[in-house]
């Protein structure tokens, strides 16, 4: 089975930027976390694949966050992403399998919606976040992926998205490719590249025939030079912690926090990204009831 990976390159002399990403397993563990079922699982997926490339755009402790709040039965989709190749995931309506569409597909855009935003917030180390809205233009997400970068980051791109879901509702692969195309590109050079992704199988078929980042690549750039800038290894990962959720909770107010300990004597809090749960007793939550009294009872 092919290792997860991010590669970065560029092609055509440095005129198109080209990221390609293997996240087999990075996509899975999202199923497993999230216990999504086939058509959710390609949704979320997806949306973690296409943040991954985004993310890749950063630096490295600088992060992204994308939000895909469409019509459809998958409510909010929401993927924060950083420039180390760390992603976290989680889709409102996990439990969702629709019929396949029209071309045999998981109905992507059926769970999705057609109508709705596109929302990424780029958190850069500066005093305000940057922050992008498009609509949704298509719900299969790649499209919307690509729409956004025109529209709000005025990068013509190319954005390629694909999750493979095996009968058993286990992921069988998972990747995607971004192109982007920078200023003087030819359009003679355009039309190639849109030619070849024309012709191109999808990505997740391409990875589960054993199929590498730059082998997806070399198969969008046939003939043509390719320098590889960057290899970079990408993995589900969450940042929550037991601290954090306390910090949270004494946000609640003092009030609050005693009907938990009266009413339930203790908290359960659970991470919506990883599915992750903490539990506070009744003199944990007493503890944070003081931060806030200042000890008075």
């Known amino acids: 089975m092919a290792k997860d990976y991010l590669v970065k390159a560029l092609a055509y002399g440095g005129y198109v930027r080209a990221y390609a990403v293997c ?6 563990e999202a199923q497993r976390r999230h216990d999504t079922w086939n058509t959710a699982t390609a949704a979320l997926g997806r949306a973690i694949v296409g943040s991954l490339l985004l993310g890749s755009t950063v630096k490295g402790e600088d992060k992204l966050t994308v939000k895909i709040q469409g019509n459809g039965p998958a409510g909010l989709i929401m993927v924060d992403a950083n420039g180390s190749g760390e992603v976290k ?4 309506n996990p439990q969702i399998s629709l019929p396949l569409n029209a071309q045999g ?14 929302t990424v917030i780029k958190d850069l180390g500066l005093k305000e976040p940057f922050s992008g809205q498009t609509p949704i233009v298509s719900g299969e997400l790649g499209e919307d992926f690509t729409y956004y ?3 709000s980051e005025q990068v013509p791109s190319a954005v390629g998205l694909s999750v493979l879901v095996d ?6 692969s998972a990747g995607g490719f971004m192109l982007q195309i920078m200023p ?3 359009e003679e050079m355009i039309a190639k590249i849109e030619n070849r992704l024309q012709e191109l199988p999808k990505v997740s078929t391409l990875l589960d025939q054993g199929k590498t980042p730059e082998d997806i690549l070399d198969t969008i750039f046939a003939g043509e030079s390719l320098m590889i800038l960057e290899e970079m290894p990408v993995e589900f990962k969450c940042d929550c912690s037991k601290e954090k959720f306390a910090s949270a909770i004494l946000t609640l107010g003092s009030k609050e926090i005693q009907d938990m300990i009266d009413e339930d004597h203790g908290a359960e809090a659970v991470c919506s990204f990883c599915g ?3 539990f506070f007793d009744e003199q944990e939550l007493t503890e944070i009831k003081e931060e806030i009294t200042g000890g008075a009872k």
Request: proline share 0%; no cysteine.
């Open 149 to 151: 970068l025109a529209a």
């Open 89 to 92: 995931g989680y889709i409102q």
């Open 105 to 118: 597909k998981l109905d992507v855009r059926g769970a999705v919606g057609t109508e709705g935003i596109f």
């Open 23 to 28: 996240a087999t397993d990075v996509v899975a």
């Open 167 to 172: 009968t058993d509702d286990s992921v069988r």
């Open 184 to 186: 003087g590109a030819s």
């Open 276 to 278: 992750n749960k903490y």
